[in-house]
């Protein structure tokens, strides 16, 4: 068991420069290659991206990179959190192939000026209040797959937005790729993980439940009959907004493809919020009558 | 001869699927593939292209498709040229392996909405009068090199903008493609190659020699000692307007790589105009000081 950990360790190789990622990526050709971007900070959601490329493919590459282009300008992007010796530990124990870690120049050196934009499915949600993001999250996506060059990329329904993002960019813009939906992963209490729980003080931490139990509290509405969106809507409202200083950014009732309002439950349907808790963003997102 | 020729024309291929083009390109692989995308009505610039690509590479495919995003409202995509049975020849002579062929659904299904976008030097020039242009062709571009993957393609410098969007997006894209210029070619007369040059009226055509001599013009003055800009620009005009019913959409004296006006012609130049006559719009362009 030792020697095997050892054996793992000493095999994860680590890239910083498109050139070293191009040439281990050619050196895998002719086995299934899966990729896990990420912004590290690693917790058990991302790991558990990592665990179903293991578990899929030959061969798995993790990104970690935090991408400026998609953070706006009163957002976070300088205190995003960080730990990369904790991430790389988390990474070697469970196998993993390939670290990439490329720098900012590299991903974006002077004259950059090529980027891409989904329409429509941008247009809501996360991105009203966040206009540049999706913009930033398709660019360095298709970047990183280009780097990469993965059979099989893995991405958390936590994001569920962003997922939507990626599967019509890889459809559009005709990639041979599988695009994989890693299930949500919560805290034992239903927070729903994410690295930015690290910035919660103790008391916004526990206010953050209520994000998770609004959730439930529609699902149950749903389950006991109610359709009527604007309703849900309110009873999710009332419920966070009954923590102090809580300030809604969106509690979107939608088609889960097309990410359209609905005004009344019928079908499968996406439930999803983001809440702002002090300088902290959260999002969360369950589907109904799957 | 006979012999060789005839085998030639039985092995070009045709795909219009995306599916069929991915299988014929993955049976390429450990080859080098040549690819020139074009909107077919195949002259000798075009066929400078094709030639350039098989004597660079393995296997050569040409891709046949009039891309309804890249032209304007107002725009000739109806009247746009197209003679398929020539083309066909005309590749089938040369020994081009493979030509594809899609249909507009196949490109653009119902629901696209991913586009590329190459900021700053698409602002100026054709870009002006054009707006969406660019963003056309950098996405029909992408989508093309993404279905047939090629590691050598070919564009001419006629359309200069072209070409500096498409190096762009292939270095900002992390493109493993190597972009090769192929210089303009003439007619006998100095006119530039162009497909559109059919709708040109016999009297039209003649007018629209202006283009070319002004260049040529602009070149002597240059080689005497001109160098404002303005000067030259303003004598090219005259040139030009001194035939009737000529409208001039841009003449510009700019960096041949940002495309930036100058107003001293220093160093290596581009001197690039588009004039329309009737309903044709014709661009031309030369180095100067190369």
Redesign the interface.
Known sequence: MMVAELKQQVLMQKASS?RTM?RISNSFHGTSVGFVPTMGYLHEGHMSLVKQSLSTCDHTVVSIFVNPIQFGANEDLDVYPHDLEGDIEKLESAGVDVLFQPHRETIYPKG??????????TDQLCGTSRPGLFKGV?TVV??LF??VRPQHVFFGEKDWQQLAVIE??VR?????ISVHRVPLVREPDGLAMSSRNLNLSAEDRQKALSLSRSLEDAKEKIRQGTTAASQLKQSMKDRITAESGMQIDYISICDPISLQEIEEVKGRTLIALAVKIGSSRLIDNCIVKD
């Open positions: 498109t191009k950059f000026k090529t980027y891409v934009q989904v329409d429509e499915i398709a298709l970047k280009n780097i019509t960019m559009d813009l005709n990639l041979d």
